[in-house]
């Protein structure tokens, strides 16, 4: 069987990139979304550019059997899925206004549980299945895409930022579980990345360039070199592990930026 990727919310943005990165490199793809039509789209697109085997599907939280037909289909099609990308994620904020999050006060309950459900029941449902085939074949690499606030919190995003954490801590876990079947888990913490929401909100942007160490936030090649090294046996000795990618981001106590901040203020009160 040849070798494939499987992606989730691969339609846009750093799915698609990362599916991109993959299909140059001659894998086939399997992508996701929660709309069907527009994965379907994304990997025809795919096909189209690079000349490999793709498809799409509509993924859903809270439906097992959607998942477990997907993979059925991958298998119809002759393809092993060897590397799965958990990039589909619930960001635990109102599209309306993406930098006010989820306030604590107000939350309803069932939308903060919902965070939990897409980025660690659902992503598990998803890996269940991949590896129950990468057990057959004694080799596969399984990658989630975390975040750094996972261990620097941000307000109003505490169901985010607690998934997240429960990701890093589910990767090690599944390392242990799967190791012995060939299987590697690992994850990547991006920071802020460029994405068309970042873009649309203009001055409203909470994290840029001007914060970080390096003096830049991440594209999407950058978290998608990430995956591919983590998917690929570039790291085949790595398991259980997790790299930043954040432009520098969480090393630092504080961004250089409030020292000049902080001289004019003083310049100011004289």
Not at 100 to 119: H, I, M, R
Not at 184 to 189: E, F, G, K, Q
Not at 240 to 265: F, H
């Amino acid at each position: 069987m040849k070798q494939a990727v499987f992606i989730t919310g691969a339609h846009s943005g750093t799915g698609y990139k990362i599916a991109q990165t993959f299909a140059e490199k001659g894998w086939d793809v399997f992508i996701t979304s929660r709309r069907g039509p527009d994965a379907e789209k994304a990997a025809k697109a795919i096909a189209k550019t690079y000349g490999v085997f793709t498809k799409g599907y509509e993924c859903n939280i809270r439906n097992e059997q959607q998942v477990i037909d997907i993979f059925s289909d991958i298998d119809a099609c002759g393809r092993f899925v060897e590397t799965v990308v958990l990039n589909a994620a619930n960001m635990g904020f109102y599209p309306q206004d993406p930098a006010a999050g989820q306030d604590f006060w107000t939350v309803p309950l069932e939308d903060f549980a919902e965070v939990f459900e897409t980025n660690l029941v659902w992503n598990f449902s998803i890996v269940r299945q991949a590896a129950l085939r990468m057990r057959e074949h004694k080799k596969g690499s399984v990658v989630f895409i975390s975040s750094n606030t996972a261990y620097r919190a941000i307000p109003n995003r505490a169901a985010y930022s607690a998934s997240k954490g429960g990701i890093n801590s589910l990767v090690k876990a599944l390392a242990v579980d799967l190791g012995p079947y060939g299987i590697r888990c690992n994850v990547v913490l991006p920071g802020t990345i460029k994405t068309e929401r970042w873009v649309q909100m203009g001055n409203k942007q909470i994290v840029n360039g001007s914060l970080t160490p390096i003096g830049d936030i991440s594209d999407f090649e950058d978290i998608a070199n990430a995956c591919w090294f983590f998917g690929t046996d570039l790291s085949k000795n790595i398991t259980g592990s997790e790299m930043v990618v954040d432009g520098g981001m969480t090393c630092q106590l504080y961004p250089r930026i409030l020292n000049e901040l902080k001289k004019k203020a003083m310049e100011e009160e004289v």
